[in-house]
């Protein structure tokens, strides 16, 4: 392919061109410099889902779906690293959604064609998801439920503590990556006399840290949803899988004695 001409391009379009250029050189530089390896472990759990993906065989739902949560997760960590934390986590928050679907949809065949036709049977009945309101309906699921029914309050991913004071934590980090997206004036990318996002290290590792508990809660969520697949890894898949994509130690223990 030719090397694009910058000097034939319009005023503004090469203006434009020339400005993102250099921040997002700029941004990128100072993540990678910062964080490489957290990037590094970033990286290697996204390559996880490729794992899962092999050990479907022929599902036409899987096939088109767990490649769409790799690439939600990896367009993520791109936005992140050029300093636009708000698309960053509009990319967690889809990565998390796809997921959820694709759980609900495997036992769902019917209503995944009508989704993938653009059916959107559930809006009034059901409220804005496939799976309804809220994520009540992954606690139905039996490994689910079992797993997280005797954790402690403050490790319970998809319902509340007795108190309801912790736990939901899936319920948690969706309302947060909500809160970014439908922008309070602490998240906007601009400022009085700046336009171009900036790179900014407070908000790299708190991406850094939602990335990291998403990919822990979505992982989780795989592996009780379809411990069959899980268990057709190899030991030494299943124990990467647990050790950097789960890494919770109680969370290992239990997936252990659920499965």
């Given at each position: 392919?030719a090397r694009?001409n910058v000097?034939?391009?319009?005023?503004m379009?090469k203006?434009?061109h020339?400005a993102?250029?250099?921040?997002r050189?700029?941004n990128?530089?100072?993540?990678?410099?910062?964080?490489k390896?957290?990037?590094?472990?970033?990286?290697e759990?996204?390559?996880?889902?490729?794992k899962?993906k092999?050990?479907?065989?022929?599902q036409?739902?899987?096939?088109?779906?767990?490649?769409?949560?790799?690439?939600?997760?990896?367009?993520s960590l791109h936005?992140?690293?050029?300093?636009q934390y708000?698309?960053a986590?509009?990319g967690?928050?889809?990565?998390?959604?796809?997921?959820?679907?694709?759980?609900?949809?495997m036992?769902?065949p019917?209503?995944y064609?009508?989704?993938?036709?653009g059916?959107?049977?559930?809006?009034?009945?059901?409220?804005a998801?496939?799976?309804?309101?809220?994520?009540?309906?992954?606690?139905?699921?039996?490994?689910?439920?079992?797993f997280d029914k005797?954790?402690?309050?403050e490790?319970?991913?998809?319902s509340?503590s007795?108190?309801g004071?912790?736990?939901n934590?899936?319920?948690e980090?969706?309302?947060?990556?909500s809160k970014?997206?439908?922008t309070s004036?602490?998240?906007?990318q601009t400022?009085?006399?700046?336009?171009s996002?900036?790179?900014s290290?407070?908000?790299?590792e708190?991406?850094l840290?939602?990335?990291k508990?998403?990919?822990?809660y979505i992982?989780?969520?795989?592996i009780?949803?379809f411990?069959?697949?899980?268990?057709k890894m190899s030991?030494?898949?299943?124990?990467?899988i647990?050790t950097?994509?789960v890494?919770?130690?109680?969370?290992?223990?239990?997936i252990n004695?659920?499965?």
């Amino acid at each position: 392919m030719a090397r694009i001409n910058v000097s034939t391009f319009p005023r503004m379009l090469k203006s434009v061109h020339n400005a993102q250029k250099k921040w997002r050189q700029q941004n990128y530089e100072n993540s990678i410099t910062k964080f490489k390896d957290e990037i590094e472990k970033t990286l290697e759990i996204l390559n996880f889902y490729g794992k899962w993906k092999s050990k479907f065989s022929g599902q036409k739902i899987t096939d088109k779906m767990i490649p769409e949560i790799f690439m939600d997760g990896l367009s993520s960590l791109h936005f992140a690293l050029w300093g636009q934390y708000k698309y960053a986590n509009m990319g967690l928050r889809s990565q998390l959604e796809t997921a959820l679907r694709l759980i609900y949809f495997m036992d769902h065949p019917r209503e995944y064609e009508w989704w993938l036709s653009g059916n959107e049977w559930y809006k009034g009945q059901k409220g804005a998801y496939v799976w309804g309101d809220d994520f009540n309906y992954f606690k139905q699921i039996d490994k689910i439920n079992k797993f997280d029914k005797n954790l402690a309050g403050e490790k319970k991913i998809y319902s509340s503590s007795s108190s309801g004071k912790s736990g939901n934590l899936l319920k948690e980090i969706y309302g947060k990556l909500s809160k970014s997206i439908h922008t309070s004036a602490q998240h906007f990318q601009t400022s009085i006399g700046r336009f171009s996002p900036k790179y900014s290290m407070s908000k790299m590792e708190t991406w850094l840290k939602s990335c990291k508990d998403l990919q822990c809660y979505i992982i989780v969520s795989l592996i009780l949803s379809f411990p069959k697949e899980f268990k057709k890894m190899s030991s030494i898949e299943r124990s990467t899988i647990l050790t950097k994509g789960v890494v919770d130690s109680v969370y290992i223990k239990k997936i252990n004695e659920v499965i």
